[in-house]
Protein backbone atom coordinates (compact mmCIF):
# COMPACT_ATOMS: atom_id res chain seq x y z
CA UNK A 1 0.00 0.00 0.00
CA UNK A 2 2.46 2.35 0.93
CA UNK A 3 4.35 1.28 -2.59
CA UNK A 4 1.39 2.02 -4.41
CA UNK A 5 1.03 5.58 -2.59
CA UNK A 6 4.40 6.81 -3.35
CA UNK A 7 3.97 5.31 -7.53
CA UNK A 8 1.07 7.62 -7.49
CA UNK A 9 2.68 10.43 -5.58
CA UNK A 10 5.40 10.74 -7.95
CA UNK A 11 3.06 10.01 -11.13
CA UNK A 12 1.50 13.24 -9.99
CA UNK A 13 4.64 14.80 -9.36
CA UNK A 14 5.77 14.25 -12.68
CA UNK A 15 2.41 15.46 -14.28
CA UNK A 16 3.02 18.78 -12.21
CA UNK A 17 6.36 19.11 -13.67
CA UNK A 18 5.24 18.57 -17.04
CA UNK A 19 2.45 21.52 -16.90
CA UNK A 20 4.84 23.62 -15.39
CA UNK A 21 7.30 23.13 -18.50
CA UNK A 22 5.26 23.07 -21.13
CA UNK A 23 4.27 27.23 -21.00
CA UNK A 24 8.10 27.46 -20.27
CA UNK A 25 9.25 25.59 -23.46
CA UNK A 26 6.72 27.67 -25.46
CA UNK A 27 8.29 30.93 -24.04
CA UNK A 28 11.68 29.88 -25.30
CA UNK A 29 10.43 28.47 -28.98
CA UNK A 30 8.43 31.95 -29.37
CA UNK A 31 10.51 34.68 -27.99
CA UNK A 32 8.37 38.10 -27.68
CA UNK A 33 9.50 40.30 -31.03
CA UNK A 34 8.23 42.80 -29.51
CA UNK A 35 11.06 43.53 -27.27
CA UNK A 36 13.84 42.86 -30.02
CA UNK A 37 16.31 45.29 -31.35
CA UNK A 38 17.53 44.61 -34.51
CA UNK A 39 21.20 45.88 -34.50
CA UNK A 40 23.12 46.99 -37.34
CA UNK A 41 25.68 45.10 -38.56
CA UNK A 42 27.93 48.15 -38.94
CA UNK A 43 27.43 49.14 -35.26
CA UNK A 44 29.17 45.90 -34.00
CA UNK A 45 32.15 46.73 -35.41
CA UNK A 46 32.46 50.86 -35.27
CA UNK A 47 33.86 52.07 -32.08
CA UNK A 48 31.90 54.02 -30.23
CA UNK A 49 32.00 57.60 -30.43
CA UNK A 50 33.48 58.17 -26.74
CA UNK A 51 35.88 55.45 -26.95
CA UNK A 52 36.74 56.16 -30.99
CA UNK A 53 40.57 57.71 -31.37
CA UNK A 54 40.75 61.13 -32.31
CA UNK A 55 44.09 62.64 -34.40
CA UNK A 56 46.55 64.61 -32.35
CA UNK A 57 46.24 68.35 -32.92
CA UNK A 58 48.96 69.37 -34.29
CA UNK A 59 50.48 73.16 -34.26
CA UNK A 60 53.10 72.47 -37.93
CA UNK A 61 52.02 69.93 -40.21
CA UNK A 62 54.25 71.22 -43.52
CA UNK A 63 57.21 72.27 -43.73
CA UNK A 64 58.49 74.16 -46.94
CA UNK A 65 61.59 75.53 -48.16
CA UNK A 66 63.72 77.32 -50.84
CA UNK A 67 67.26 78.48 -50.78
CA UNK A 68 68.58 81.12 -53.76
CA UNK A 69 72.27 82.70 -55.02
CA UNK A 70 72.31 85.09 -57.27
CA UNK A 71 75.08 87.37 -58.38
CA UNK A 72 76.44 89.26 -60.81
CA UNK A 73 80.08 89.34 -61.70
CA UNK A 74 82.10 91.50 -64.17
CA UNK A 75 86.15 92.11 -64.84
CA UNK A 76 87.95 94.91 -66.58
CA UNK A 77 87.97 98.57 -66.52
CA UNK A 78 84.95 98.07 -63.36
CA UNK A 79 85.86 94.87 -61.18
CA UNK A 80 82.59 94.35 -59.73
CA UNK A 81 81.50 91.27 -57.25
CA UNK A 82 77.94 91.31 -55.99
CA UNK A 83 76.21 87.86 -54.02
CA UNK A 84 72.89 87.33 -53.02
CA UNK A 85 71.93 84.20 -50.54
CA UNK A 86 68.30 84.08 -50.22
CA UNK A 87 66.17 81.96 -48.15
CA UNK A 88 62.12 81.02 -48.00
CA UNK A 89 61.08 78.77 -45.07
CA UNK A 90 57.61 78.06 -44.71
CA UNK A 91 56.55 76.34 -41.05
CA UNK A 92 52.78 75.79 -42.10
CA UNK A 93 49.76 74.33 -40.01
CA UNK A 94 45.58 74.21 -39.39
CA UNK A 95 45.83 77.79 -37.53
CA UNK A 96 49.09 79.37 -37.89
CA UNK A 97 51.77 80.28 -40.84
CA UNK A 98 54.97 80.58 -39.88
CA UNK A 99 57.37 82.35 -42.62
CA UNK A 100 60.66 83.67 -43.28
CA UNK A 101 62.31 85.50 -46.10
CA UNK A 102 66.08 86.01 -44.60
CA UNK A 103 68.50 87.87 -47.03
CA UNK A 104 72.03 88.38 -47.30
CA UNK A 105 74.21 90.76 -49.96
CA UNK A 106 77.56 91.20 -50.84
CA UNK A 107 79.18 93.30 -52.95
CA UNK A 108 83.00 94.78 -53.68
CA UNK A 109 83.49 97.42 -56.53
CA UNK A 110 87.65 97.72 -57.33
CA UNK A 111 88.16 96.22 -54.33
CA UNK A 112 86.30 98.59 -52.05
CA UNK A 113 83.33 96.98 -50.05
CA UNK A 114 80.63 98.35 -51.70
CA UNK A 115 77.53 96.19 -50.28
CA UNK A 116 77.45 94.10 -47.07
CA UNK A 117 73.21 94.15 -46.26
CA UNK A 118 71.54 91.51 -43.90
CA UNK A 119 67.39 91.34 -43.63
CA UNK A 120 65.58 89.16 -41.50
CA UNK A 121 61.72 89.09 -41.37
CA UNK A 122 59.11 86.81 -39.66
CA UNK A 123 55.68 86.63 -40.20
CA UNK A 124 53.16 84.59 -38.09
CA UNK A 125 49.47 84.64 -40.04
CA UNK A 126 46.38 83.46 -37.72
CA UNK A 127 44.19 81.44 -40.00
CA UNK A 128 46.17 81.79 -43.05
CA UNK A 129 44.04 78.81 -45.12
CA UNK A 130 41.30 81.40 -45.19
CA UNK A 131 39.87 83.85 -47.66
CA UNK A 132 40.94 86.59 -45.15
CA UNK A 133 43.49 86.30 -42.03
CA UNK A 134 45.52 88.64 -39.79
CA UNK A 135 49.59 88.64 -39.25
CA UNK A 136 51.92 90.22 -36.88
CA UNK A 137 55.36 90.79 -37.91
CA UNK A 138 58.83 91.60 -37.13
CA UNK A 139 62.21 92.80 -39.20
CA UNK A 140 65.56 93.23 -38.63
CA UNK A 141 67.63 95.15 -41.11
CA UNK A 142 71.54 96.22 -41.62
CA UNK A 143 72.71 98.17 -44.55
CA UNK A 144 76.45 99.01 -45.40
CA UNK A 145 74.75 100.41 -48.96
CA UNK A 146 72.77 102.73 -47.30
CA UNK A 147 74.99 103.69 -44.51
CA UNK A 148 72.16 101.99 -41.53
CA UNK A 149 73.51 100.36 -38.78
CA UNK A 150 70.37 98.95 -37.10
CA UNK A 151 66.75 99.25 -38.96
CA UNK A 152 63.74 97.34 -36.82
CA UNK A 153 60.18 97.26 -37.48
CA UNK A 154 57.39 95.56 -35.85
CA UNK A 155 53.54 95.52 -35.94
CA UNK A 156 50.50 93.52 -37.26
CA UNK A 157 47.78 93.43 -39.74
CA UNK A 158 45.63 91.68 -41.94
CA UNK A 159 45.58 89.53 -45.44
CA UNK A 160 43.66 88.87 -48.00
CA UNK A 161 43.99 86.21 -50.36
CA UNK A 162 42.80 87.20 -53.52
CA UNK A 163 42.78 83.64 -55.56
CA UNK A 164 44.73 80.66 -54.69
CA UNK A 165 44.73 77.49 -57.65
CA UNK A 166 47.93 75.05 -58.35
CA UNK A 167 49.28 77.62 -60.66
CA UNK A 168 49.09 81.40 -59.36
CA UNK A 169 48.54 82.52 -56.01
CA UNK A 170 48.10 86.36 -55.27
CA UNK A 171 47.98 88.09 -51.66
CA UNK A 172 47.65 91.44 -50.55
CA UNK A 173 48.98 92.53 -47.05
CA UNK A 174 48.06 95.85 -45.25
CA UNK A 175 49.98 96.44 -41.89
CA UNK A 176 50.39 99.11 -39.77
CA UNK A 177 54.68 99.04 -38.60
CA UNK A 178 56.73 101.01 -36.03
CA UNK A 179 60.04 101.16 -37.07
CA UNK A 180 63.44 102.54 -35.69
CA UNK A 181 66.32 103.30 -37.71
CA UNK A 182 69.80 104.32 -37.08
CA UNK A 183 72.39 105.39 -39.15
CA UNK A 184 76.19 105.43 -39.37
CA UNK A 185 75.96 109.54 -38.73
CA UNK A 186 72.28 110.69 -39.13
CA UNK A 187 70.30 110.70 -36.30
CA UNK A 188 67.71 107.74 -35.42
CA UNK A 189 64.49 108.30 -37.13
CA UNK A 190 61.35 106.93 -35.81
CA UNK A 191 58.37 106.32 -37.03
CA UNK A 192 54.83 104.99 -38.01
CA UNK A 193 54.30 103.15 -41.12
CA UNK A 194 51.60 102.23 -43.46
CA UNK A 195 53.01 98.89 -44.97
CA UNK A 196 51.06 97.57 -48.29
CA UNK A 197 52.03 94.48 -49.82
CA UNK A 198 51.33 92.38 -53.17
CA UNK A 199 52.73 89.08 -53.19
CA UNK A 200 52.07 86.71 -56.23
CA UNK A 201 53.65 83.47 -57.54
CA UNK A 202 52.48 82.13 -61.20
CA UNK A 203 53.25 79.06 -63.31
CA UNK A 204 52.90 78.28 -66.67
CA UNK A 205 52.90 75.92 -69.44
CA UNK A 206 53.22 73.13 -67.03
CA UNK A 207 55.72 74.76 -64.48
CA UNK A 208 58.06 75.03 -67.40
CA UNK A 209 57.89 78.82 -66.27
CA UNK A 210 57.92 80.47 -63.19
CA UNK A 211 57.17 84.00 -62.30
CA UNK A 212 56.83 85.77 -58.56
CA UNK A 213 56.98 89.43 -57.48
CA UNK A 214 56.76 90.90 -54.25
CA UNK A 215 56.27 94.48 -53.55
CA UNK A 216 56.18 96.72 -50.42
CA UNK A 217 54.98 100.70 -50.62
CA UNK A 218 55.49 102.18 -46.63
CA UNK A 219 54.66 106.06 -46.40
CA UNK A 220 55.11 107.28 -43.01
CA UNK A 221 51.95 108.18 -41.46
CA UNK A 222 53.04 111.37 -39.52
CA UNK A 223 55.32 112.63 -42.49
CA UNK A 224 54.10 111.86 -46.03
CA UNK A 225 57.59 112.65 -47.60
CA UNK A 226 59.19 109.67 -45.84
CA UNK A 227 58.37 107.20 -47.95
CA UNK A 228 59.77 103.28 -49.03
CA UNK A 229 59.16 100.67 -51.41
CA UNK A 230 60.86 97.85 -52.43
CA UNK A 231 60.11 95.19 -55.45
CA UNK A 232 61.83 91.94 -56.26
CA UNK A 233 60.83 90.65 -59.69
CA UNK A 234 62.09 86.74 -60.50
CA UNK A 235 61.83 84.55 -63.67
CA UNK A 236 62.40 80.92 -62.88
CA UNK A 237 63.22 77.85 -65.49
CA UNK A 238 63.03 74.72 -63.22
CA UNK A 239 65.58 72.09 -64.36
CA UNK A 240 63.87 69.47 -62.38
CA UNK A 241 61.42 69.10 -59.23
CA UNK A 242 63.91 70.81 -56.90
CA UNK A 243 66.15 72.51 -58.91
CA UNK A 244 65.65 75.64 -61.16
CA UNK A 245 67.65 78.57 -63.09
CA UNK A 246 66.69 82.39 -62.02
CA UNK A 247 67.13 85.70 -62.64
CA UNK A 248 65.91 88.59 -60.21
CA UNK A 249 65.62 92.04 -60.91
CA UNK A 250 65.17 94.11 -57.63
CA UNK A 251 64.71 98.08 -57.45
CA UNK A 252 64.38 99.84 -53.61
CA UNK A 253 63.45 103.48 -52.70
CA UNK A 254 64.15 105.25 -49.99
CA UNK A 255 63.60 108.87 -49.31
CA UNK A 256 65.07 109.42 -45.86
CA UNK A 257 69.13 108.54 -46.57
CA UNK A 258 72.28 110.15 -45.04
CA UNK A 259 74.38 112.47 -46.78
CA UNK A 260 76.12 111.27 -50.28
CA UNK A 261 73.43 108.73 -50.93
CA UNK A 262 71.49 108.74 -53.52
CA UNK A 263 67.67 107.06 -53.04
CA UNK A 264 67.04 104.77 -55.39
CA UNK A 265 68.96 101.31 -55.87
CA UNK A 266 68.09 99.05 -58.83
CA UNK A 267 70.12 95.46 -59.86
CA UNK A 268 70.11 92.70 -62.19
CA UNK A 269 70.97 89.15 -60.78
CA UNK A 270 71.28 85.50 -62.26
CA UNK A 271 70.94 82.41 -60.18
CA UNK A 272 69.81 79.24 -59.13
CA UNK A 273 67.33 77.97 -56.75
CA UNK A 274 66.51 74.52 -54.10
CA UNK A 275 63.74 73.87 -52.43
CA UNK A 276 60.85 71.68 -52.43
CA UNK A 277 58.10 74.43 -53.47
Known amino acids: M ?3 TCYRFFKLFAFLISLISIPALAQDAKPDTTKLKLVPADSLIAPKP ?4 KPPRVLIDTIRYRFAGDGNFTRGNVNRS ?14 INIATNPRF ?12 DSYVDLFVDVFKKHKTYVFGLAVLETSNLRRIDIRQMAGAGIGYRVFRTKSHDLTLTNAILYESTNFFEKSTVTTVRNSFRVKGKHSFLSDKFR ?3 LTFIQPALNDLSNTRWNTILSVELPLNKWMALRTSFENSYESVVETGRKRNDSRITFGISVGNK
Open 50 to 53: DTAT
Open 2 to 4: KKL
Open 105 to 116: TYGEQNGILAER
Open 211 to 213: FNH
Open 82 to 95: LMVLRAELIFGGPL
